[in-house]
């Protein structure tokens, strides 16, 4: 298997729903990224995940929690987002190897419309 | 940290003719360098990659060049398609791990038949 796979791949929810996306690989990768895509804007970092623990956090509202429950599976909980946090959410994975250049293959992305 | 800067942010090329999008950055730890194809509704992909070692990088029509000292990096490509129209990010990491990858602002690539 060497695709990164995540549901659902659209999400409608209120303001003061909680929900969750859930991102899954088999390709033994031990990184894991969550990304977060305006409309005609770059992949923007949010989370990075390296042997399970979270590494990299980029200053997130906590209305976003992320969790990484094993080395194949990372959710993102969502909880009273807000209109603006609509966008694209890639799931992303890699290798992890000191000093070699780890690339990082994206899922297709769950499309979130927060109304 | 780390600020990549994309030109142009649109281009528009005959079908056959070459395309070449630049990127700078401010990071001089930063030393891998992916570009990524991303089409209409899809998943970003890497198409080419170049680390700081090395200068220039081909595959087929794809083309890379790197200059650290400029903190500059540029994606060639020639013969263009139809099939090539999307939109093309750069990126740039550092670190150990390079899993801080930030992204250019992108350009569309539209190869007119």
């Known amino acids: 298997d060497t695709e990164v796979t995540q549901t659902p791949k659209h999400l409608v929810m209120g303001m003061t729903n909680k929900k969750s996306l859930k991102c899954e690989q088999h390709?033994?990768?031990?990184?894991m990224y969550w990304y977060k895509q305006k409309a005609k804007k770059p992949p923007e970092l949010m989370f990075v995940?390296?042997?399970?623990?979270?590494?990299i956090n980029e200053s997130v509202p906590s209305r976003f929690s992320p969790e990484c429950p094993n080395s194949s599976l990372l959710n993102l909980h969502l909880h009273a987002l807000q209109p603006e946090d609509s966008a694209l959410y890639l799931c992303?994975?890699?290798?992890?190897?000191?000093?070699?250049?780890?690339?990082?293959?994206f899922g297709p992305g769950t499309r979130l419309t927060v109304l | 940290g780390e600020n990549v800067e994309q030109h142009p942010s649109t281009l528009s090329v005959q079908e056959g003719d070459s395309a070449v999008i630049k990127c700078t950055y401010s990071d001089s730890a930063s030393n891998y360098f992916p570009w990524y194809k991303q089409e209409l509704g899809k998943r970003p992909q890497l198409i080419i990659d170049?680390?700081?070692?090395?200068g220039e990088k081909k595959d087929q029509r794809i083309a890379v060049t790197l200059n650290k000292t400029a903190k500059h990096f540029s994606l060639h490509i020639t013969e263009t398609q139809p099939e090539d129209s999307a939109v093309y990010f750069c990126a740039a990491s550092r670190g150990l791990n390079n899993n801080d990858m930030r992204f250019g602002a992108g350009t569309r690539l539209t190869v007119k038949p």
């Open positions: 390709m033994g990768h031990r990184a």
């Open positions: 170049i680390r700081s070692n090395v």
């Open positions: 992303a994975s890699s290798q992890v190897r000191l000093r070699i250049y780890n690339e990082q293959f």
């Open positions: 995940y390296s042997y399970e623990k979270l590494s």
